[in-house]
């Protein structure tokens, strides 16, 4: 990382609010489940799937995580009543996991069943390295119990990767695969992009080579590409896999994985913790951020 942009990324917090607003607003569909909504029927319209999140992590009080545990049926509600094609991406570090393990996995098997009742779908998002094992064991104990309607995130960038796909496949786990945004000790996570970006390929041919259903998760086009090839290989028909991106994210490559006549979803993220979202984004890409600074200095954010 350029001085600049280190000096950019600890200065973040003192950037007004409102230009950090006007930087998250293509990342992010608002802050009510209303404009949530409105994001998902456009994509919809442009034939796009969607994944919708609320925004929230690293809960540390049992109210707070109640709250949104109970958010997520009237979002499930939502989707059923506008007819939307989504599912749902939950962090289970939203649900408790930081504060007791059985809470969260109490948490979201309410939410497995209320989706299961509407015929929709939970992905278990991912997060850092601390949370893995208890994340995947949340994963499998819901399997265990009877629910389909559930699926898993790996991360490329992790040495452990592997080894959980090769068990996790037996299982016929659905996957989320993406690189993984999360900075990690080198004995861990690989660090070198071309080690991730082989790890990622490496992945998603155990994956596919099993049968599994797979969300290919990436923005990088190598990734794509090779990722296309695989598929066209293998004579995979859309419905055996999809590609997934974020919001705001890469729309021209969004289109051209869209024109190869692949199924595309789009993760779709509101709510009123947008602000610390942001932020980890543009920690995440000091680009970004230099630009928030510059519109800032150069006084065109109204």
Same mark, same amino acid.
């Given at each position: ?12 917090? *003192? ?192 994956? *596919? ?94």
């Amino acid at each position: 990382m350029s001085l600049l942009n280190k000096l950019i990324v600890t200065t973040l917090p *003192l950037v007004p609010k409102p230009i950090v607003g006007k930087f998250s607003k293509r990342y992010i569909a608002g802050i009510t489940l209303a404009q949530a909504v409105r994001v998902i029927k456009d994509l919809n319209g442009k034939g796009m799937m969607a994944t919708l999140d609320i925004l929230g992590e690293d809960v540390f009080e049992r109210p707070a995580a109640e709250a949104l545990r109970a958010e997520w049926p009237r979002v499930l509600d939502a989707i059923r009543s506008q007819e939307l094609d989504s599912n749902i991406s939950i962090k289970p570090s939203q649900l408790g996991l930081r504060i007791d393990k059985e809470f969260c996995y109490r948490n979201f098997k309410s939410i497995v069943e209320e989706a299961a009742a509407r015929k929709n779908f939970v992905r278990i998002d991912m997060e850092d390295s601390t949370t893995t094992t208890d994340t995947l064991a949340i994963f499998r104990r819901l399997r265990a119990e009877g629910f389909t309607n559930v699926g898993v995130v790996l991360q490329a960038s992790m040495r452990r990767s592997e080894e959980d796909v090769q068990s996790l496949v037996k299982e016929k786990a659905n996957f989320r695969l993406c690189k993984g945004i999360y900075v990690e000790p080198a004995a861990i996570a690989f660090q070198g992009k071309e080690e991730v970006r082989n790890n990622f390929m490496l992945l998603l041919q155990l994956m *596919l080579d099993q049968g599994s259903y797979v969300g290919i998760a990436t923005h990088d086009e190598w990734l794509v590409d090779q990722a296309s090839s695989l598929i066209q290989k293998r004579g995979l028909t859309p419905e055996q896999y999809e590609f997934q991106m974020l919001l705001g994210v890469r729309e021209g490559l969004r289109d051209s994985i869209q024109k190869g006549g692949h199924r595309l979803r789009v993760y779709v993220p509101y709510g009123d913790q947008w602000y610390a979202y942001s932020v980890r984004r543009l920690k995440e890409n000091p680009q970004i951020a230099g630009y928030a600074f510059k519109a800032l200095f150069s006084g065109n954010h109204h």
